[in-house]
């Protein structure tokens, strides 16, 4: 994701080499926009037509990158495509329950919506647990960045069901909805991802129970997730589940769950910083 990489890279350094980089990317990201259904596809090649209308939970995370390329650029177009692909997902992903699929399918022709669909989740009906976790922190960095009060209420909704789902270990399974589900296999990295989103729409609710989740589930991670006992000393969380319907990571370590490990133990510990970092500013 260049949003943590490239432009934090040109936050703490200056390096005007990171911003061009993000920017670029940037737009590349509004090409793949489908103007009909107003959403962003998240698979495949452009002249591809296999995925063209399906739209998945975790490009919430790269909203954030446009809404630097239009504060960069000052072309409000970047922003724009954001905010009508938050408010696509905010009209079909949410249940009433407050849970989401991973997956949407739309026609990429006429851009109607076609129903929920999964790729890591159980099924269609479930709620694959990362990609609730990206809900929670996407929707809430949107909020930040635009000011559109109902993204901040989709957060809260998203969150609210992700919290009643937690097992009591605050370990999230990697699928809050799966058969076995709370007694399944673990997702580290949603809660390290679910973490950051709970410190932030703390901050911007001013609700401290949000806060509290937070520091449990921090606390869950560096006590029970930890490689220190473990021979894959080249990462630091364990218990992370990759795509567990084509049993493809399971019970592993992923580069993401480090990343939002640490950057949740630096939102708790040094604010400032990881502001510089990833500016936690609200417009």
């Given amino acids: 994701m260049p949003t943590p990489s490239w432009v934090t890279a040109w936050r703490l ?5 990171w911003r061009t980089g993000a920017i670029r990317a940037a737009s590349s990201l509004v090409r793949r926009y489908n103007p009909k259904g107003r959403f ?3 698979w495949g090649a452009l002249n591809d037509p296999a995925n063209a209308g399906r739209v998945i939970m975790d490009t919430m995370m790269n909203l954030d990158l446009l809404a630097f390329a239009s504060g960069q650029t000052g072309e409000g177009k970047y922003l724009d495509i954001a905010v009508e692909h938050a408010r696509t997902t905010q009209r079909n992903f949410p249940r009433p329950d407050g849970s989401t699929p991973h997956v949407y399918d739309f026609d990429p022709a006429s851009g109607a ?55 009591p270990d605050h370990v999230p399974v990697w699928d809050y909805l799966a058969p076995q589900a709370p007694h399944d296999i673990k997702d580290a990295s949603a809660g390290a991802v679910m973490a950051c989103g709970l410190l932030d729409l703390s901050r911007a609710t001013g609700e401290p129970r949000y806060r509290e989740e937070a520091l449990k589930l921090l606390t869950a991670l560096s006590e029970t997730c930890l490689t220190r006992k473990s021979t894959r000393a080249d990462a630091v969380v364990a218990r992370c589940t990759r795509n567990r319907p084509s049993e493809d990571g399971v019970e592993i370590s992923l580069p993401y769950a480090d990343y939002y490990l640490l950057e949740g133990i630096l ?3 040094r604010p400032d910083d990881i502001d510089r970092a990833i500016d936690l500013s609200t417009v």
Avoid: N
């Fill in 13 to 17: 350094t200056g390096d005007d080499k």
């Fill in 40 to 42: 962003i596809r998240a």
């Fill in 113 to 167: 919506p076609l129903g929920p669909g999964t790729v890591q989740g159980y099924s269609p009906a479930s709620c694959w647990s990362r990609g609730q976790a990206w809900g929670i922190y996407g929707f809430t960095t949107i909020y930040r960045r635009t000011g559109r009060r109902e993204f901040l209420t989709t957060a809260r909704k998203l969150a609210d069901f992700a919290l009643g789902a937690l097992s």
């Fill in 267 to 269: 939102r708790v510990l």
